[in-house]
């Protein structure tokens, strides 16, 4: 391997991470599927939930959190925590309520919102959905959280030990 080819490796292999933050659309599903990351069975259902034990909630994420790869398995995204704040509106007029300003909620990140499909919601790596917005957390709830399709602001930040300990148990934890 060429000197150069391998100085460049190593830049890669040191850069460091930058935390993602800035506003995000939201919308809610509730299957309790394994999804991208692993979690779960195959046969379905998650062995824990997210949201009720440790008060954090599980969400699909649009792929530039996910992985700025677009990978669908064990993207770089996984077991990522994200601090999200409701700003109170919706992203247009027909297309939620908004909800409480001030609100927050934690979720860590154990899918992926492909935007083959989802292009309405989840934008492309350097895209936008289709309300302007370069980021989406499709929370897994099975009732609204802090409002109908808020949009949020949201800053990565570190996972409760609960939420780290039921990651543990997901595919993409290894």
Known sequence: MKSSTLLALLATAI????????????TRYY?????????????????????????????????AIYSSSGATWCGAGCGTCYNLTSTGSSPCQDCGTGGD????IIVMVTNLCPNNGNAQWCPAVGGTNEYGYSYHFD????????????????EEVACPSAAVSDYSQCVCAA
């Open 15 to 26: 850069t460091p991470i930058v935390a993602i933050s800035g506003q995000a659309t939201t």
């Open 139 to 154: 929370i897994n709830a099975e009732s609204e959280v802090f409002g109908d399709n808020v949009v949020v602001n949201f």
């Open 31 to 63: 299957d309790g599927l394994e999804g991208a990351c692993g979690c779960g069975t195959s046969s379905g259902a998650f062995s824990w939930q997210l949201g009720v034990a440790s008060g954090v909630y599980t969400a699909a994420a649009s792929q």
């Open 101 to 104: 300003a001030g609100q927050s």
